[in-house]
Each structure stands twice: as structure tokens, then as C-alpha cells.
């Protein structure tokens, strides 16, 4: 099974800054990775997909990169709705898994 | 619009059973490939179970297999978790979730449904 570890586990930053959101898998995932944006009481949303695809309505300020093991979602401006926790989840091998999330909060 | 709508969660003693349902709606159901995935109370998220669109494809992880049975019913627009002997750690929020491409299996999950909570404890 494919391990995902993220970094930071919390992100304390204010709006209008920009966010740098780590994960990396314990063996190459190709490009076969994605990120979730989840708020508290609500089901997770679909962000970036195939580690650099918008997903239908996804606003440009939210960008992935990365290939192989280590992956990057980037939030150019934070807007007040973007606080929330972030998931990346790979989809290379059999189990699909999920990384431990990093929560971006407010400073 | 696409939504999808857990129901059947609830509180069952260790070892019991418990049935979850998805329905669906707002789009060819019969075209997608379904998963459930769990998440825990102030946990992270874990992928429970797939079905392939015509059903004959399924997958589980090995926490659930040989305790949990996914089906679909096409016909019915729904998505079922039969969960038998029940543990504690299999308490959280379970959510149907929709895989981003039709007809081909993706492994991403684009719509999830809002959750049901199932909660193991005597």
C-alpha cells in the first residue's frame, strides 16, 4: 500500500497570502494523484486531479504540480472560503489511499 | 444536478449489521463506476469499497473484505453497503462517491453525497 504523507499538518496563514501544500508518496505515483478540499460538516471536494487538472468549476488560484513522489497544491490568494482541510489521494496502485490532510486555518 | 443521498447509518451494537444506501440522481447512473469511503470522527479519509458500472467488478479494502458486500441496483439508481459484524473502528461517516470518468474507471471521485453516520458501540 502507498503511503501519502502531508506537510504541514496545519497552515496558518491570512487571506490574500499564498499557500504551499506538500505530499509525498512513499513510491512513485506518476502523475496519478489528486486533491481534495474538504470544511468541516461538508463531504470532500474534487480539486486537482491527475496532480495538475482543474476539476470542473475549480477556480485558477488553485494549482497542483508535481510527478513521481512529491506533489504541490498551491493557493495563489487565499480567499476567506479556501480555510478549510486539504487532502491528496493517489490512485497509481491498488488500494487507492488517502494522505492525512493539512488544515489551512486563519492566522 | 448531480446528487447523491446516503441514508441507513445509525447506532448498532459490536457485531451486529447495518445496510447503507445511495441513491442517485442527475445522471446515468448506470455509466459510472461508485465507491464508498469512510472517514472517522476527526479522522482522515479512508476508501472502503468499489463496483465497477455493470457491477461485475468489485473491490475492497482489507479492513472491511469479507465483512462488508457492495451492490448496485442500475434499475433503481442505488448504491448499497451491506456491513455485517460490525466493529468499533468501523464507526465514521460513510459517503457514496461518483468516479470522475464515465464508463472507465478513474479512481478519482468527483460528487460524494452529504454522509451517513454509522456508530459501533454497546
Do not use: H
Amino acid at each position: 500500500e502507498i503511503v501519502l504523507t502531508q506537510s504541514p499538518a496545519t497552515l496558518s496563514l491570512s487571506p490574500g497570502e499564498r499557500a504551499t501544500l506538500s505530499c509525498r508518496a512513499s513510491q512513485s505515483v506518476s502523475s496519478y494523484l489528486a486533491w481534495y478540499q474538504q470544511k468541516p460538516g461538508q463531504a470532500p471536494r474534487l480539486l486537482i486531479y491527475d496532480a495538475s487538472n482543474r476539476a470542473t468549476g475549480i477556480p485558477a488560484r488553485f494549482s497542483g504540480s508535481g510527478s513521481g513522489t512529491d506533489f504541490t497544491l498551491t493557493i495563489s490568494s487565499l480567499e476567506p472560503e479556501d480555510f478549510a482541510v486539504y487532502y491528496c489521494q493517489q490512485r497509481s496502485n491498488w488500494p487507492v489511499t488517502f494522505g492525512p490532510g493539512t488544515k489551512v486555518d486563519i492566522k | 444536478q448531480v446528487q447523491l443521498v446516503e441514508s441507513g447509518g445509525g447506532l448498532v451494537k459490536p457485531g451486529g449489521s447495518l445496510r447503507l444506501s445511495c441513491a442517485a440522481s442527475g445522471f446515468t447512473f448506470s455509466d459510472y463506476y461508485m465507491s464508498w469511503i469512510r472517514q472517522a470522527p476527526g479522522k482522515g479519509l479512508e476508501w472502503v469499497s468499489y463496483i465497477s458500472s455493470s457491477g461485475s467488478t468489485i473491490y475492497y479494502a482489507d479492513s472491511v473484505k469479507g465483512r462488508f458486500t457492495i451492490s448496485r441496483d442500475n434499475a433503481k439508481n442505488s448504491l448499497y453497503l451491506q456491513m455485517n459484524s460490525l466493529r468499533a473502528e468501523d464507526t465514521a461517516v460513510y459517503y457514496c462517491a461518483r468516479d470522475l470518468a464515465a464508463v472507465a474507471a478513474d479512481y478519482y471521485f468527483d460528487y460524494w453525497g452529504q454522509g451517513t453516520l454509522v456508530t459501533v458501540s454497546s
